[in-house]
């Protein structure tokens, strides 16, 4: 029996591999000709893929907008600037939520560790004042800052009212100063003040191709309209 039982596990491999070589002998030439098709087909999939993301996206990827929109109209910009201290104490999430309750629409964010000489170019008109060297120092510090741009109507006036005051102890209840902070110096938040400011701004922090989107929410028609 047990000889027997040997006999058969010892014919199988044998089998198989005669099986595999004569699979492989036939099926050359169809082989080749169907990795050719395969190939083929793989190209075909591919190019239509590609065309069909390109498609999708050149609704969104083309920035036709002046890059701060335009003043008082449902297409101004105003930049939004979450500093290290809003980052560490993470507030990032409480505070984009409260630009889009508002309606707002995100069209650029990025997280960015910035360079002392870009502190001190996004600061240069402050540069002769006292704590000129400690705010730069502090914005560079290697915590990240998060960038944003924002759109809608009146968006760069109302984004400095949901601020709140440069000096939180300054600022109401209910704006975002005025509930999370206590100190000038730690105000977690920096806001464009005037139309001018918001075109240097975006232009300093998105000034790349393609890093701010133009698109429109589901929701446009129940949040922005004057009927």
């Known amino acids: ?69 335009v003043k008082g109209t449902f297409s101004e910009r105003t930049f939004i600037a979450i500093k290290p201290d809003g980052v560490q ?56 800052v998060v960038a944003m741009v924002w759109e809608g109507k009146d968006v760069i006036k109302q984004g400095r009212r949901m601020l709140g005051a440069t000096d939180p102890l300054a600022s109401e209840p209910g704006t975002i100063r005025g509930d999370y902070c206590i100190s000038v110096g730690r105000n977690i938040i920096h806001g464009s003040d005037s139309f001018e400011a918001a075109e240097k701004e975006i232009g300093l922090w998105f000034g790349k191709a393609g890093e701010l989107i133009d698109w429109t929410p589901s929701n446009v028609e129940w949040v922005q309209a004057d009927n």
């Open 89 to 144: 104490r993470g507030l990032v999430g409480k505070i984009i939520q409260r630009f889009e309750e508002r309606g707002y629409k995100l069209v650029g964010l990025k997280a960015i560790a910035p360079s002392k000489e870009m502190a001190e170019k996004h600061y240069d008109d402050l540069k002769e004042r006292p704590f000129f060297a400690g705010l730069v120092k502090y914005i560079s510090s290697g915590t990240p």
């Open 1 to 69: 029996m047990f000889a027997r039982t040997a006999a058969r596990f010892a014919v199988r491999p044998a089998a198989a591999s005669i099986k595999a070589r004569t699979f492989a002998t036939a099926s050359r030439a169809t082989a080749s000709a169907g990795s050719r098709h395969m190939a083929m087909a793989t190209a075909g999939v591919v190019t239509a893929s590609a065309l069909s993301y390109a498609y999708l996206q050149k609704p969104v990827a083309a920035d036709s907008k002046p890059i701060a929109g």
